[in-house]
């Protein structure tokens, strides 16, 4: 992607800027600003029904038909896909951004083989040669034992720590700048939620994506993120250093997000893990406009 | 039917580890497990299979030409050498029923294929699409279904002329708004599915996105009433026949029958129209089973 608005600000990544959006006249987006850097992990936390969702959706211009974008514009790799009159996501979608869901069954089409599935993505994105090969190089990558198989079977035939490392596999295979990841393992269980994680965060640091975590878990998101936006009622309310966020929350909201999180981290008889570090840095000038 | 499902399924058999990979039945034998648990299905696939066996086998092996005139054997009562009599003109009546039954089967699968071809197009277009397009394809299946579907087929075919293939025209002209309106809903419900979203956040185009993803997911209500619609469109063709407008005698078409032998009926001669009706019940049955046995499945499968 070639920067065309360089005005000596660094346009890369995912850039969500002011956008708004409206369902029917009642505004469910009040401007958001997001940034999503390549090879950083941002991630967005906020109760449900605070637009986390509306926000992935929009910036892929996955919109529901009665949702419109009435103001605010998402730039990827500093080219504008989505503004209030204008939508270029169809071309960028798979290659530019790609996105994962919430529950991993569901998610997949229960009619297809898991291999076709993933042949369609790299058909679409005109690899040539032995797409079947490829495809089950991709299973493999995102750690399913017996690729082969796998490959052969129905989604059905998954557990659901399966289907979302096949939904994965579908998500890198075009290998995006972005990746969207909606509530990845909120349908899991703790262990294969962990496991789902790190295949993220290691495929983040292998190929240079970005990722959009979406959850409504602080503690999940502080872990695994270098920098958090908090939402609420359709507005980021915060967004900072996970570090920061974590150890001087500004809004009274936050702050009581972070108590809980500390709490059943205690009562879990764990330390807590406010960061683990990483490009905190990097995403840190974004806090708060 | 639901409860029944959910029994089976409980039950502890041989594939009870569930850390092997389960152990399919062989086809046959869950052919067999299916076929006596679903009366329905059984009932359905053997009225089925003796239909289909006397279109076929009757084709090749009936004992007499169906247009064959014979007058000095007119009107003989079932026999040895006529098994179910002989009509008005000497012609063997078991050699028609056994070649209209392969007609009718014919005419009401090509009937049904066709409804649920161009239906399910129209109604993956309209639900998926939306906006004006949906609104006017709907308004013209809300026209099209003011008619009840017999007379608006019965009046096609009055226009276009009674061939076999303006009957089967107008019979599927009017069956395709009821598959068009199926598949509209069934596509409404799956267009929001996960996987539908997931596909296009996958970036495919919107035509790959309704061929794979949303019509197979989207076919099994109208695929059940295509089956139903196997058994009304014998019936229909053959009430069609029947009045005059349908297929023309001499052809052997179960409901030229039955018309042809009714002045016969209050002298006596009872068979020339009881075997074809007979004939037609049979085939509309097995129609009827089989598509009870599959919404039977569709629902017990359904979320």
């Known amino acids: 992607m070639i920067s065309s608005a360089g005005k000596g600000r660094r346009l890369s990544g995912l850039q969500i800027e002011g956008l708004r959006v409206a369902i029917g006249g009642r505004e469910v987006l009040r401007g958001v600003d997001v940034h999503v850097e390549p090879g950083s992990c941002v991630g967005l936390v906020g109760e449900s029904g605070s637009g986390k969702s509306l926000t992935a959706l929009a910036s892929l211009g996955l919109l529901p038909r009665v949702a419109r974008v009435t103001a605010g514009r998402v730039l990827l790799g500093g080219k504008e896909t989505v503004t209030p009159d204008r939508d270029r996501t169809a071309q960028v979608r798979g290659s530019g951004i790609a996105m994962i869901f919430q529950s991993p069954r569901a998610a997949l089409n229960p009619v297809l083989r898991v291999g076709r599935q993933v042949e369609r993505v790299l058909q679409r994105k005109g690899v040539r040669g032995d797409l079947r090969r490829r495809s089950v190089e991709l299973l493999a990558a995102v750690g399913l034992l017996q690729p082969d198989k796998v490959a052969r079977q129905y989604p059905h035939e998954l557990s659901g720590g399966m289907c979302q490392r096949v939904m994965i596999a579908m998500g890198i295979a075009c290998e995006p700048q972005i990746l969207v990841a909606d509530e990845p393992t909120t349908a899991l269980d703790v262990t294969v939620q962990a496991d789902i994680l790190d295949l993220i965060g290691d495929l983040r640091s292998r190929t240079g994506m970005g990722v959009l975590l979406i959850s409504h878990d602080l503690g999940v998101v502080a872990e695994r993120c270098g920098s958090i936006s908090v939402m609420r009622h359709g507005k980021i309310i915060e967004a900072g250093a996970t570090r920061t966020v974590m150890n001087s929350p500004c809004h009274p909201f936050t702050a009581e997000l972070v108590r809980d999180v500390m709490r059943s981290a205690q009562t879990a008889d764990l330390p807590a893990r406010p960061s683990p570090g990483g490009p905190a840095e990097a995403s840190a000038r974004e806090a708060q406009g | 039917m639901g409860v029944t499902d959910v029994g089976v399924g409980a039950q502890p058999g041989p594939q009870y580890d569930a850390s092997t990979p389960a152990r399919r039945p062989s086809r046959a034998r869950h052919a067999l497990a299916e076929l006596s648990r679903h009366p329905n299905l059984a009932v359905g696939s053997l009225l089925a299979a003796l239909v289909v066996i006397v279109a076929i086998v009757g084709r090749i092996a009936a004992p007499y030409?169906?247009?064959?005139?014979?007058?000095?054997?007119?009107?003989?009562?079932?026999?040895?050498?006529?098994?179910?009599?002989?009509?008005?003109?000497?012609?063997?009546?078991?050699?028609?029923?056994?070649?209209?039954?392969?007609?009718?089967?014919?005419?009401?699968?090509?009937?049904?294929?066709?409804?649920?071809?161009?239906?399910?197009?129209?109604?993956?277009?309209?639900?998926?699409?939306?906006?004006?397009?949906?609104?006017?394809?709907?308004?013209?299946?809300?026209?099209?279904?003011?008619?009840?579907?017999?007379?608006?087929?019965?009046?096609?075919?009055?226009?276009?002329?009674?061939?076999?293939?303006?009957?089967?025209?107008?019979?599927?002209?009017?069956?395709?708004?009821?598959?068009?309106?199926?598949?509209?809903?069934?596509?409404?419900?799956?267009?929001?599915?996960?996987?539908?979203?997931?596909?296009?956040?996958?970036?495919?185009?919107?035509?790959?996105?309704?061929?794979?993803?949303?019509?197979?997911?989207?076919?099994?209500?109208?695929?059940?009433?295509?089956?139903?619609?196997?058994?009304?469109?014998?019936?229909?063709?053959?009430?069609?026949?029947?009045?005059?407008?349908?297929?023309?005698?001499?052809?052997?078409?179960?409901?030229?029958?039955?018309?042809?032998?009714?002045?016969?009926?209050?002298?006596?001669?009872?068979?020339?129209?009881?075997?074809?009706?007979?004939?037609?019940?049979?085939?509309?049955?097995?129609?009827?089973?089989?598509?009870d046995y599959a919404d039977d499945k569709l629902r017990g499968q359904g979320s």
């Open chain 2, 65 to 291: 030409n169906p247009l064959a005139i014979n007058a000095g054997r007119a009107l003989l009562p079932p026999g040895a050498s006529h098994w179910f009599g002989t009509d008005e003109f000497g012609r063997d009546v078991f050699s028609r029923v056994v070649y209209g039954t392969g007609i009718d089967l014919l005419i009401g699968l090509v009937v049904a294929a066709l409804a649920l071809v161009v239906g399910s197009v129209i109604g993956l277009i309209s639900g998926y699409v939306g906006g004006w397009i949906d609104d006017i394809i709907m308004r013209i299946v809300d026209i099209v279904m003011s008619f009840p579907s017999f007379l608006l087929a019965l009046s096609i075919a009055v226009v276009i002329g009674n061939t076999v293939r303006n009957v089967i025209i107008a019979v599927t002209i009017a069956y395709i708004p009821y598959i068009l309106r199926l598949t509209r809903s069934s596509v409404l419900t799956v267009r929001g599915a996960d996987y539908v979203l997931g596909a296009r956040a996958a970036g495919a185009l919107r035509s790959r996105v309704m061929a794979l993803h949303v019509l197979p997911n989207a076919a099994g209500p109208p695929l059940v009433q295509a089956t139903l619609m196997s058994g009304w469109a014998i019936l229909d063709v053959s009430g069609l026949s029947f009045l005059g407008v349908g297929i023309q005698p001499p052809s052997p078409e179960l409901g030229v029958q039955v018309a042809q032998g009714a002045s016969y009926i209050t002298s006596g001669q009872w068979w020339i129209s009881v075997f074809p009706g007979v004939a037609i019940i049979l085939a509309v049955l097995a129609f009827n089973f089989l598509g």
